[in-house]
C-alpha cells in the first residue's frame, strides 16, 4: 500500500489547525509529528497494516464521523469531533516496529517484512490509553473522553464494562458516534 505521507500528514494537521483551537493542541501536534504517528501502520495485519495506516484511519474516522453525525440527537461541534475521531487511536503511537518473518511465495520460502507489537509503555486500556495520552498536552472536554475510552464498543467481554459503555453511550452520544465511525473505517473503508 503506498501512500503519499507528506500529502496525508498536511491533511491532518490542516484538519486539526482549522477545526481544533484549544491551549495544548500545538504541542500534541508537535509530539505526534516527533514520534512515528504519521508512518506507523494502524495494525500489524488486520486493518491500515501499511505505513501511514494509522493516519489514514483516523482520517477516515473522521470523515465517516461527519458523514453519520446527522444521526445524533443535536450534532457535536465541530471541534470535539475532530478530536474524539482523529485522537481515538494514539495509543498505537510508537507501539509497532518492522521485522523480517518467512513467507512462501511461489513455491519459495522469501524473507519478508512485517509490523510486529512492541509496546512499550502498557497502560491497561486501548481507550484509556489515549484519553491519557492527548490530555498530556491539552484537555479533553468529558464526551471526547468517554468518546476516546468506549471507541472499541462492547468486545471487552466483562460484563460490568459492557453495562458502562452502554451507559457511556447513551449518556455521551459522541462516544456511539465515533465508535460507529471506527467501525465504518475499518470494515467497510480499509484499503
Ligand atoms: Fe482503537
Ligand atoms: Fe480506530
Known amino acids: 500500500m503506498e501512500l503519499n505521507l507528506e500529502a496525508q500528514k498536511a491533511q491532518f494537521l490542516d484538519i486539526c489547525r482549522t477545526c481544533i483551537h484549544r491551549e495544548g493542541i500545538e504541542d500534541l501536534l508537535a509530539w505526534l509529528q516527533k514520534a512515528d504517528f504519521f508512518t506507523a501502520p494502524a495494525s500489524t495485519k488486520y486493518h491500515g497494516s501499511y505505513a501511514g495506516g494509522l493516519c489514514q484511519h483516523s482520517l477516515d474516522v473522521y470523515e465517516q464521523a461527519k458523514r453519520l453525525a446527522f444521526l445524533l440527537p443535536t450534532p457535536p461541534s465541530e471541534e470535539s469531533l475532530a478530536v474524539a475521531a482523529l485522537f481515538h487511536d ?102
Open 90 to 191: 494514539l495509543c498505537k503511537v510508537n507501539m509497532y516496529k518492522t521485522e523480517k518473518r518467512n513467507q512462501k511465495i511461489n513455491g519459495t520460502w522469501q524473507e519478508v517484512p512485517c509490523y510486529v507489537i512492541e509496546e512499550k509503555f502498557h497502560f491497561g486500556g486501548h481507550g484509556a490509553k489515549s484519553v491519557f495520552l492527548v490530555q498530556q498536552f491539552m484537555k479533553l472536554h468529558t464526551d471526547e473522553a468517554a468518546a476516546i475510552n468506549c471507541h472499541m464498543g462492547f468486545s471487552d467481554g466483562n460484563a460490568s464494562v459492557v453495562r458502562d459503555v452502554s451507559n457511556a453511550y447513551t449518556q455521551f452520544p459522541l462516544a456511539w458516534l465515533i465508535h460507529v465511525a471506527d467501525e465504518a473505517a475499518t470494515y467497510l473503508l480499509d484499503r
